[in-house]
């Protein structure tokens, strides 16, 4: 037979004491045979409530979801703002509404939610007349909003997604991050970072942040973590936003709030919005501004000196030159004004990163010394970008020198000894990269390709101040010349593009995208004022060269959004 013949369990109630001790009662009368066995007293409660909802419940409650939806759909049309609630369309709607709407669980110190301050619905309140519904939170009558209290850090409204990460994908991310995103931004100590990773409970509130934007940051570098990289972006942005705004001191700023924020804005560049980036740079900018972390290496007045860790002070270094690299990258690349000035800057160049890694700190050279030295000698691959970037921004300064001179005056000042200055001191930066990181061992660090990629754009970038002369009809073979070595330097871009497919383009820093686009126009332009003279063969060198590097471009575009917007402007 296919049901039951008879029913489960006997008529009426099960006895007190089979209940304490869960035991399936006869529910003889006056006593049950447990309570025959054991020779006590059988006592039974007919008052009790039964379980499970009321009847007809469940039916009111989907009614009530029904009329909720209609009325928000309603009030969305016409408001005409295109956001949506979503209570239940994604799912069907269970008995137990607490299951079907489980709060997410992002609480990394594991500490629980403070029973006076529920977690609100939505970003803010909602405008007059909508409804609440008190279907989530079955015992609280109104739903507080953000309004009325802002939540800290360690809470998140559920608009931004309950996604689940097992501890194991968190230690894969973190692995993944020392892998992938340390080598291009390197700015922790791996021993440090993971002495306090471990203490969570001691965990301060910035040290959260920089933990969910290390996880952020590494799901850009991946595509087996893409499922879940929208929701832990948007908690990270989150929190960042709940730290800068309720903090308890407005004086106090700790190093893991800017780099934290330093990470999500790599992010934002490679995997949302150039805007967007471009806005979160600019708070970046201010944090290192606030701390002074362009001063950490100036003489102290007596007194004021204090025993800080050289790992921390290190650590703050390498913050604040990553920040000087990410204003640079801006600014040559839409030819604004820089945030961080260069001449102010009294924090040293960073050490090796073994010594780093090591936690032996060695004292090295202030940018401006190496910028006035011819010494050959190793740098970090991290100083090197940082004294090849900063040849750009001179050259953009020089450029911006120069258009202000010719507006002023038919003849610029000093044009000619200060762009043979800048391409002198490229030479040997150039000949230095070239002796200490030699072609054998290029591939083994995306960093130091990269400073190789900026060395060439900064050719290419002397290469096109120098064609503005043309215009005035000055020196045509210096024109002519630089013509040359910026064609050979936009052709090695595209050499160095097609070598890091090697490597894997997961591993590229973020604005390799920003020198492949320099090499491409200069490669089309070469190809344009050229095409009387180049021969056959010649012309299809250039165009293979160009082809090169529009392809790593289109490669680039699918883990890295600043190729699509650099191939939208070619």
């Known amino acids: 037979m296919y049901g039951r013949a008879e029913p489960r369990q006997q008529p009426g109630y099960a006895c ?8 399936r009662c006869d529910r003889q009368r006056p006593q049950c045979g447990a309570c025959a066995n054991a020779q006590i007293q059988c006592e039974v409660n007919d008052r009790r409530v039964p379980r499970g909802p009321k009847k007809g419940s469940i039916g009111a409650l989907r009614s009530r979801i029904v009329a909720l939806e209609r009325r928000l759909s309603t009030s969305q049309n016409e408001d005409g703002d295109g956001q949506e609630l979503s209570l239940t369309s994604e799912s069907p709607v269970k008995e137990n509404a607490s299951a079907q709407f489980p709060l997410p669980d992002w609480d990394i110190t594991q500490h629980e939610h403070p029973s006076g301050n529920s977690i609100p619905l939505a970003w803010g309140p909602p405008p007059d007349g909508l409804p ?7 015992d609280v009558s109104v739903l507080p909003t953000i309004a009325a209290s802002y939540p800290s850090p360690k809470q998140s409204p559920p608009s931004i997604g309950d996604v689940y990460v097992p501890d194991l994908a968190k230690a894969d991310l973190i692995q993944l991050y020392f892998d992938r995103v340390q080598p291009i931004i390197p700015i922790l100590n791996k021993p440090k970072t993971f002495r306090w990773m471990n203490d969570s409970h001691n965990m301060s509130e910035a040290q959260q942040c920089l933990q969910y934007a290390m996880w952020t940051s590494a799901t850009a570098f991946s595509s087996q973590f893409s499922g879940f990289q929208e929701t832990m972006y948007a908690k990270t942005r989150f929190m960042l936003d709940q730290l800068d705004l309720s903090g308890n001191d407005a004086l106090v700023c700790h190093i893991e709030h800017v780099q934290a924020w330093i990470l999500i804005t790599f992010y934002e560049f490679s995997r949302t919005n150039y805007r967007r980036g471009w806005l979160s740079a600019g708070r970046v900018f201010r944090l290192v501004q606030f701390l002074r972390l362009y001063d950490l290496d100036s003489p102290k007045p007596l007194g004021a000196e204090h025993e800080e860790d050289p790992i921390s002070i290190e650590e703050k270094r390498r913050t604040f030159w990553i920040a000087y690299c990410l204003d640079r990258f801006i600014s040559v690349s839409e030819g604004a004004p820089m945030t961080l000035s260069e001449e102010v800057v009294y924090t040293r160049l960073p050490c090796l990163d073994i ?16 910028m006035s030295s011819a010494e050959i000698r190793p740098y970090a691959p991290l100083a090197e970008c940082v004294i090849l970037v900063t040849i750009c921004s ?9 258009t202000i001179e010719t507006l002023y005056s038919n003849i610029p000042l000093d044009f000619a000894s200060r762009h043979d200055w800048l391409d002198g001191m490229l030479t040997r930066r ?6 200490n990181y030699p072609s054998i061992t290029v591939a083994e660090n995306p960093m130091i390709i990269f400073s190789y ?10 290469c096109r101040i120098v064609e503005s002369l043309s215009r005035n009809d000055q020196n045509q073979t210096v024109v002519w010349e630089f013509q040359e070595r910026g064609f050979w330097a936009a052709q090695e871009i595209a050499r160095l593009a097609k070598e890091h497919e090697h490597l894997g383009y997961f591993k590229a820093h973020t604005f390799m995208p920003l020198t492949i686009y320099l090499s491409a126009t200069r490669l089309a332009k070469h190809l344009e004022i050229r095409k009387g003279d180049l021969e056959t063969n010649q012309a299809r060198v250039v165009e293979n060269s160009l082809h090169i590097s529009i392809d790593a471009l289109q490669k680039l575009q699918s883990v890295n959004n600043l190729a699509n917007y650099y191939l939208q402007l070619l």
């Open 394 to 402: 001179r050259a953009l300064s020089h450029k911006q020198i120069y």
């Open 355 to 370: 010594d780093f890694q090591r936690g032996l700190v060695p004292q090295e050279c202030f940018l401006a010394e190496t």
């Open 132 to 138: 609440r519904s008190p279907l989530l939170f079955p």
């Open 453 to 462: 990629m900026v060395a060439h754009a900064a050719v290419i970038y002397l």
């Open 16 to 23: 007190e004491e089979c209940r304490k001790k869960k035991l």
């Open 430 to 435: 150039l000949n230095n990269l070239q002796a």
